[in-house]
């Protein structure tokens, strides 16, 4: 990373400290706000956090790798999210997945070499009337077939600048 | 229609101005006789967690809206916040002058981030319709709610471990007691409750105990959200008195011929068609509100499998019970599947989840075992001397 880049995340965490109110209850959504604008946590990341908290470094890297949603791995601009729990999984999450892996040309857990894709499993996410489900980052797909895939992925991409910078202005303090 | 019958025909606020012409153990008093039981799981009467935080002393006091909805096959707090957030938190604000607290925090699991734009709308307008703030309708009421955003973990559906993600923490449970009445949210006396629970007391609050009571059992007052999905024509959302049996609520949704049907989601227990006359009441079957419909055709070592795999993943790892222990039945399963486990095994299995029942230290690691212990009471004949399916 350059340096300005740094400096710049410094800032950044630095009003999201103010922002939040310094404490240790600070740290999940200062962690949260930074995941969903850089897609990751780095070791830069969690040092300044943790200055700003007044905790160790790993404290912070302590609570970032317990929560699904904030481990400090890169991922894509796009986490595709698919439930694997009962009710999904009796409605057909199985072909979804495969299709899922055969267009992107991935397995579940990685992320496409673009950057722009990445694939996870979830845990029953509430929708098991309506399965199988699946979040693409915070949006919501339901009775989702494998041939509904290539256009769900198509609505990513064509929207992947535009989602990007407007991201950065809507969430950031 | 709605799903939701009776939440939309009351009286907007209705019970909110009735709390504020009471006194606060009046509010309490009502909600004590009205018999309503949480509606997270538990069932822990409402009235006396409030009366606890209430008569706790301390500078500072909280209200916790837990919607964390993480229990598989539960969906019916999203339904319950995407139409009437309103008596949600009507219900938090009874709650708030009920004990005597000032904060509310609705803990909402991230898995729902799309319903905070229309609930944060919500809560903007309740401040300026004065529902909300200080001086809430023109009395010395003040009350306020914000929304924390869980982090993708099921065990912060625990009261204790979503108040230590709230402080900042990994979601580990504590030890209890000391109970969240007392030492809660930053060492502060707070009321942990469902979604369903604060609706339900805001209904209460506004039709009065004796209507709530006449719905339902004895011990099981009132009527229950449902979330209802697996093997029916007509799965959703369900309003239905407590006390019905499996067999009646399996006709509502055109779920007749079903196998068997999991009651509590995959913390709870697997109930084969031989018992679908019994009632789910906190007498009989308890239930958080997740009922999975398994047809003729599902294995029920698939379910299992699918069951464990969930605990593996969301156990947080605290304790030897069940950090190992589901590890120990998953492997369990894969071996029933193979057609490779002695009848002396299975019962060391069967002995492990009931170690795991009283040893573990929250209720994920105490209840995880339930649905394996049920199927193996249940279906051994299905499961027992399998041919693998590679063979
Ligand atoms: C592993 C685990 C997960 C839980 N998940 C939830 C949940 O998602 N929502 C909920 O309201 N209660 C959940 N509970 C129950 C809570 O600990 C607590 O009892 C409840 O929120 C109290 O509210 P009530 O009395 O209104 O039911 C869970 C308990 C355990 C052990
Ligand atoms: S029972 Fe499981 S989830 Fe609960 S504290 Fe122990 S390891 Fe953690
Ligand atoms: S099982 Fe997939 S949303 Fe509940």
């Given at each position: 990373?350059?340096?300005?880049?740094?400096?710049?995340?410094?800032?950044?965490?630095?009003?999201?400290?103010?922002?939040?109110?310094?404490?240790?209850?600070?740290?999940?959504?200062?962690?949260?706000?930074?995941?969903?604008?850089?897609?990751?946590?780095?070791?830069?990341?969690?040092?300044?956090?943790?200055?700003?908290?007044?905790?160790?470094?790993?404290?912070?890297?302590?609570?970032?790798?317990?929560?699904?949603?904030?481990?400090?791995?890169?991922?894509?601009?796009?986490?595709?999210?698919?439930?694997?729990?009962?009710?999904?999984?009796?409605?057909?999450?199985?072909?979804?997945?495969?299709?899922?892996?055969?267009?992107?040309?991935?397995?579940?857990?990685?992320?496409?070499?673009?950057?722009?894709?990445?694939?996870?499993?979830?845990?029953?996410?509430?929708?098991?009337?309506?399965?199988?489900?699946?979040?693409?980052?915070?949006?919501?797909?339901?009775?989702?077939?494998?041939?509904?895939?290539?256009?769900?992925?198509?609505?990513?991409?064509?929207?992947?600048?535009?989602?990007?910078?407007?991201?950065?202005?809507?969430?950031?303090? | 229609?709605?799903?939701?019958?009776?939440?939309?025909?009351?009286?907007?606020?209705?019970?909110?101005?009735?709390?504020?012409?009471?006194?606060?153990?009046?509010?309490?008093?009502?909600?004590?006789?009205?018999?309503?039981?949480?509606?997270g799981?538990?069932?822990?009467?409402?009235?006396?967690?409030?009366?606890?935080?209430?008569?706790?002393?301390?500078?500072?006091?909280?209200?916790i809206c837990n919607a964390d909805e993480?229990?598989?096959?539960?969906?019916?707090d999203?339904?319950?916040?995407?139409?009437?957030?309103?008596?949600?938190?009507?219900?938090?604000?009874?709650?708030?002058?009920?004990?005597?607290?000032?904060?509310?925090?609705l803990f909402?699991?991230?898995?729902?981030?799309?319903?905070?734009?229309?609930?944060?709308?919500?809560?903007?307008?309740?401040?300026?319709?004065?529902?909300?703030?200080?001086?809430?309708?023109?009395?010395?009421?003040?009350?306020?709610?914000?929304?924390?955003?869980?982090?993708?973990?099921?065990?912060?559906g625990?009261e204790?471990?979503l108040?230590?993600?709230?402080?900042?923490?990994?979601?580990?449970?504590?030890?209890?007691?000391?109970?969240?009445?007392?030492?809660?949210?930053?060492?502060?006396?707070?009321?942990v409750n469902n979604v369903?629970t604060?609706?339900?007391?805001?209904?209460?609050?506004?039709?009065?105990?004796?209507?709530?009571?006449?719905?339902?059992?004895?011990?099981?007052?009132?009527?229950?959200?449902?979330?209802?999905?697996?093997?029916?024509?007509?799965?959703?959302?369900?309003?239905?008195?407590?006390?019905?049996?499996?067999?009646?609520?399996?006709?509502?949704?055109?779920?007749?011929?079903?196998?068997?049907?999991?009651?509590?989601?995959?913390?709870?227990?697997?109930?084969?068609?031989?018992?679908?006359?019994?009632?789910?009441?906190?007498?009989?079957?308890?239930?958080?509100?997740?009922?999975?419909?398994?047809?003729?055709?599902?294995?029920?070592?698939?379910?299992?499998?699918?069951?464990?795999?969930?605990?593996?993943?969301?156990?947080?790892?605290?304790?030897?019970?069940?950090?190992?222990?589901?590890?120990?039945?998953?492997?369990?399963?894969?071996?029933?599947?193979?057609?490779?486990?002695?009848?002396?095994?299975?019962?060391?299995?069967?002995?492990?989840?009931?170690?795991?029942?009283?040893?573990?230290?929250?209720?994920?690691?105490?209840?995880?075992?339930?649905?394996?212990?049920?199927?193996?009471?249940?279906?051994?004949?299905?499961?027992?001397?399998?041919?693998?399916?590679?063979?």
């Open positions: 990373m350059l340096m300005t880049d740094r400096e710049r995340l410094a800032g950044e965490i630095q009003a999201l400290a103010e922002k939040h109110g310094k404490g240790r209850t600070a740290l999940i959504p200062m962690v949260q706000e930074i995941k969903r604008k850089y897609q990751k946590i780095d070791s830069f990341a969690m040092q300044v956090i943790a200055d700003q908290l007044g905790i160790h470094p790993v404290e912070v890297y302590s609570v970032v790798s317990f929560y699904a949603f904030l481990g400090s791995e890169a991922h894509g601009k796009y986490i595709i999210r698919l439930c694997r729990t009962i009710s999904c999984d009796m409605q057909g999450k199985e072909g979804v997945m495969r299709q899922l892996e055969n267009d992107l040309g991935i397995t579940f857990g990685k992320t496409t070499v673009d950057g722009k894709f990445s694939l996870e499993w979830a845990n029953c996410m509430g929708m098991c009337d309506q399965g199988p489900a699946m979040l693409v980052n915070e949006k919501l797909y339901t009775r989702v077939t494998p041939e509904k895939i290539h256009e769900i992925l198509e609505e990513c991409r064509r929207s992947f600048g535009v989602h990007a910078t407007e991201q950065k202005e809507v969430h950031l303090v | 229609m709605s799903p939701l019958p009776t939440f939309s025909t009351m009286a907007p606020e209705a019970g909110l101005k009735k709390a504020l012409s009471l006194s606060r153990p009046d509010i309490i008093e009502e909600v004590k006789n009205s018999g309503l039981k949480g509606r799981g538990a069932g822990f009467p409402t009235g006396m967690k409030w009366n606890f935080a209430a008569a706790a002393r301390a500078e500072e006091k909280f209200i993480g229990e598989p096959g539960t969906f019916k999203r339904v319950i916040l995407q139409e009437h957030a309103d008596l949600v938190f009507e219900g938090m604000t009874i709650a708030g002058k009920a004990v005597g607290a000032t904060q509310g925090i909402l699991r991230g898995e729902y981030t799309y319903l905070r734009p229309h609930l944060e709308a919500v809560l903007a307008k309740r401040r300026e319709q004065k529902f909300l703030g200080k001086q809430i309708l023109g009395s010395d009421l003040e009350f306020d709610i914000r929304i924390f955003m869980g982090a993708g973990a099921y065990i912060c625990e204790t471990a108040i230590e993600a709230l402080e900042g923490f990994r979601g580990e449970p504590r030890n209890r007691p000391p109970f969240p009445v007392n030492t809660g949210f930053l060492g502060r006396p707070s009321v369903e604060l609706a339900s007391a805001a209904c209460i609050l506004q039709k009065g105990a004796d209507w709530w009571k006449a719905m339902g059992t004895e011990k099981s007052s009132g009527f229950k959200i449902f979330s209802i999905s697996g093997d029916c024509q007509k799965p959703g959302v369900y309003e239905f008195p407590m006390g019905i049996t499996v067999a009646q609520l399996l006709k509502e949704v055109a779920g007749e011929g079903a196998k068997a049907v999991q009651v509590g989601g995959a913390s709870g227990q697997c109930i084969p068609a031989s018992q679908f006359e019994r009632t789910i009441a906190f007498e009989d079957i308890p239930t958080g509100g997740s009922i999975i419909v398994f047809g003729q055709q599902r294995d029920m070592l698939d379910v299992l499998h699918n069951f464990l795999d969930f605990f593996v993943d969301e156990s947080c790892g605290q304790c030897t019970p069940c950090r190992r222990g589901n590890v120990k039945l998953l492997e369990g399963v894969e071996l029933l599947k193979e057609g490779q486990c002695s009848m002396a095994y299975l019962k060391e299995l069967c002995a492990l989840g009931e170690t795991m029942q009283i040893a573990s230290k929250c209720g994920l690691g105490q209840s995880s075992p339930s649905a394996f212990l049920s199927v193996v009471h249940n279906f051994r004949a299905e499961i027992m001397g399998r041919t693998p399916s590679h063979v």
